[in-house]
């Protein structure tokens, strides 16, 4: 959701006896109401998105397939409608498959309150008044109805942003069911200020009540039935733990895989959603020590540090990896030089495609798009004829890692192991690898700023090679070697750019 309107909660207060007895009978009445609910549990196979590589879109900024539904637009206003629209997204759809992406996930398409708030529009999608219908601002139900048809077509799954949390500020229901919310009495006696308080202001939803239960339930459903094969939960840690169990239950039921958003999750995070039923949520802690050591210079071992807890995780191949998303300043905006940025993305997409996991790419982060905190990192997207010859570039290396990816089972599923390395080089090289049915692939970040040869012992690096001649990156255009004999790892690596070398 829009980060840019988070406000400071009030201060814990402390709830009188009275008070606490009517909380804990009031959970235990919507545990059982919740319980009622969900369907009866089912050994149901797990959904798996490993393998996939997804592209994020924000339609309102994405592509304009219909000006007639362009009422408010005011481009030059980054906090107005822009036009984008499904129609859009469906003419689109061949350039996301040209990247090479294999799923689109669409930040919310609902019907939106019909008014400002902040001075601002709900383009975002995340002020929903009507969890059943498109706004008309993106289009028509039968719109969406055609581009679930195109993605079917074109082989892509789809992942559709559900908020769960809270309903526009200005929706029409907070007035007409002020039941379904909680207010500031049930903020001042909880001691859950996360879940039990307004998020940003937000109309907070409160699922304990059957009502709201149903609302959501039913949304989730309805979008299911239409072809959605995903989706992705908004604001999760601000949800009551007893409806996200029955929700996650329901999707597992239903064949649905689940992407949920903590901000700032790190690996323990992460690992105690999926014990709970979520199949991936995003890393957050991974992205922070990318964005740190590939567009800051702080070294590497930050990132070693992350890959490090990998074996918390029960479902390590669905984890959501990112450079960036709506929330977040561009990748690209890290370094004050457009052209420095542009070559450190190329690093950093290069280097996200030899990660386990999800990678789900941001739109415009395939040029290096620039921009700052939330709205200037929702800049409007520009295709081909509108991209310099260095955004041309960009996106050429955005493709071709895909490619490699997809190209190598043991770099799309593979396991992933990280290699030991001696302190003095954990700072300018990470060394991890991938491997599947015996075929293994050597992944190789390289931090420093110039051109550097390493040659490291096998057996202190845990590794198990037979001799290899000089072998070329899998990636195209990259002038970077590895080679083994008389015991030793032999690499020879550009500065400031990551690597992938098949040992077989």
């Known amino acids: 959701m829009p980060k840019q309107f988070s406000k400071s909660r009030p201060l814990a207060g402390l709830c009188s006896p009275v008070a606490r007895r009517t909380l804990l009978v009031s959970a235990l009445l919507s545990s059982l109401a919740i319980a009622q609910t969900a369907p009866p549990a089912t050994a149901s196979p797990q959904p798996s998105f490993e393998g996939q590589i997804i592209y994020q879109v924000m339609p309102d900024r994405f592509a304009d397939g219909d000006p007639a539904n362009n009422t408010g637009v005011d481009r030059a206003n980054p906090r107005a409608w822009h036009g984008g629209d499904l129609p859009g997204l469906n003419a689109k759809l061949p350039y996301i498959q040209q990247l090479g992406a294999t799923a689109l996930w669409m930040t919310p398409i609902y019907r939106q309150q019909s008014g400002n708030s902040f001075e601002t529009a709900a383009y975002h999608g995340y002020w929903p008044a009507n969890f059943q219908d498109v706004d008309p601002h993106f289009g028509t139900l039968n719109d969406f109805d055609a581009l679930i048809g195109a993605t079917q077509k074109a082989g892509m799954r789809v992942v559709l942003d559900q908020v769960i949390n809270h309903y526009g500020y200005a929706a029409e229901v907070v007035k007409q069911r002020p039941a379904w919310f909680n207010g500031e009495t049930e903020c001042a ?14 109309p907070d939803l409160k699922q304990s009540n059957p009502e709201v239960q149903k609302v959501l339930f039913d949304a989730a459903d309805f979008w299911r039935a239409r072809g959605v094969d995903a989706f992705r939960y908004d604001a999760i840690k601000h949800v009551e733990r007893p409806f996200l169990n029955a929700l996650l239950a329901r999707d597992r039921a239903a064949g649905t895989w ?106 415009g ?33 955005a493709r071709d890692a895909i490619a490699v990816r997809k190209a190598s089972p043991s770099l799309s599923r593979g396991a992933q192991k990280l290699l030991p390395l001696p302190p003095r080089l954990e700072s300018d090289l990470l060394l991890f690898t991938r491997e599947l049915n015996g075929e293994p692939v050597l992944a190789a970040w390289h931090n420093g700023k110039a051109r550097q040869s390493y040659s490291l012992r096998l057996s202190a690096l845990g590794l198990t090679v037979g001799n290899l001649a000089a072998t070329r990156s899998l990636f195209a255009g990259q002038d970077a070697k590895v080679s083994v004999s008389g015991g030793f790892l032999h690499l020879s690596l550009p500065g400031r750019d990551a690597a992938a070398f098949a040992l077989k």
């Open 189 to 202: 006696a909880t001691t859950n200020k996360d879940v039990d308080c307004a998020l940003a202001g937000l």
């Open 365 to 397: 982060t395939e040029i290096a798009m620039r921009g700052g905190s939330d709205p200037d990192n929702r800049r409007d997207m520009r295709f081909e004829a509108d991209w310099t010859p260095a955004e041309r570039s960009v996106f050429d290396v």
């Open 258 to 363: 689940t992407l949920g958003e903590w901000f700032d999750a790190d690996t323990g995070t992460v690992a105690e959603w999926q014990r709970a039923g979520f199949d991936s949520l995003f890393l957050f802690s991974l992205q922070a020590a990318m964005r740190d050591a590939i567009m800051s210079g702080q070294g590497l071992d930050r990132v070693a540090g992350v890959l490090a807890r990998a074996g918390e995780l029960s479902r390590p191949g669905e984890v959501g990896l990112f450079l960036d998303n709506h929330d977040v300043p561009r990748f690209a905006n890290g370094t004050l030089f457009e052209d420095d940025g542009q070559a450190r993305t190329k690093y950093g997409l290069r280097a996200l495609m030899t990660l386990r996991g999800v990678p789900v790419i941001w739109q």
